[in-house]
T-cell receptor, first 114, second 114 residues
Framework: GQQLNQSPQSMFIQEGEDVSMNCTSSSIFNTWLWYKQDPGEGPVLLIALYKAGELTSNGRLTAQFGITRKDSFLNISASIPSDVGIYFCAGQLLNSNSGYALNFGKGTSLLVTP | GAVVSQHPSRVICKSGTSVKIECRSLDFQATTMFWYRQFPKKSLMLMATSNEGSKATYEQGVEKDKFLINHASLTLSTLTVTSAHPEDSSFYIC??????????FGSGTRLTVV
């Protein structure tokens, strides 16, 4: 599948700080999704984006679907210790050979200190 | 909301034996299920896509005779790791998608082959 470039690879921040991470691709996606994964668990959907330029919020989380359809970012405001985990971006390609399977970024590991 | 149940959550087996992992959509009909493999601190790697009642589509490099996938109903897909070897040890995650629900992940199965 297509590789998504996700950055940063890891972040170590203090509680209360804002966080930003992004994903880019050389291919056009028709859907961008952001997931959080806790150790030993499956990914849990945070935000889904379906339209280019779309800006969506979910509590302290905000994500945007890039206007070129090749990128997306996720912001977390006022981080708290329970935000710790690995965040993955995922995209669904147009005309994917795998039907509409998701392609995942490599993840951003977030550590929050009290 | 959509719930996907995956079990077992952990399994230890001897080399040469087979292990079956189940993935069930509890409150929706999953027309398509996806199976992923995840190595420590790595992203999710798509192994195969299965549609109810038809043969699974495997990603390049995934041995279909080793990783048997059955999607016999709209709520159940199984992954059987045949003749398991230590290198098959990994975290396996299923995801289900239906007409009204996007991609919902199971909680994963930690397989250890000794």
């Amino acid at each position: 599948g297509q590789q998504l470039n996700q950055s940063p690879q890891s972040m170590f921040i203090q509680e209360g700080e804002d966080v930003s991470m992004n994903c880019t691709s050389s291919s056009i996606f028709n859907t961008w999704l952001w997931y959080k994964q806790d150790p030993g668990e499956g990914p849990v959907l945070l935000i889904a984006l379906y339209k280019a330029g779309e800006l969506t919020s979910n509590g302290r989380l905000t994500a945007q679907f890039g206007i070129t359809r090749k990128d997306s970012f996720l912001n977390i405001s006022a981080s708290i210790p329970s935000d710790v985990g690995i965040y993955f971006c995922a995209g669904q390609l147009l005309n994917s050979n795998s039907g509409y399977a998701l392609n995942f970024g490599k993840g951003t590991s977030l550590l929050v200190t009290p | 909301g959509a719930v996907v149940s995956q079990h077992p959550s952990r399994v230890i087996c001897k080399s040469g034996t087979s292990v079956k992992i189940e993935c069930r959509s509890l409150d929706f009909q999953a027309t398509t299920m996806f199976w992923y493999r995840q190595f420590p601190k790595k992203s999710l790697m798509l192994m195969a896509t299965s549609n109810e009642g038809s043969k699974a589509t495997y990603e390049q490099g995934v041995e279909k005779d080793k990783f048997l996938i059955n999607h016999a109903s709209l709520t159940l897909s199984t992954l059987t790791v045949t003749s398991a070897h230590p290198e098959d040890s990994s975290f396996y995650i299923c995801s289900a998608a239906g007409s009204d629900y996007g991609y919902t992940f199971g909680s994963g199965t930690r397989l250890t082959v000794v």
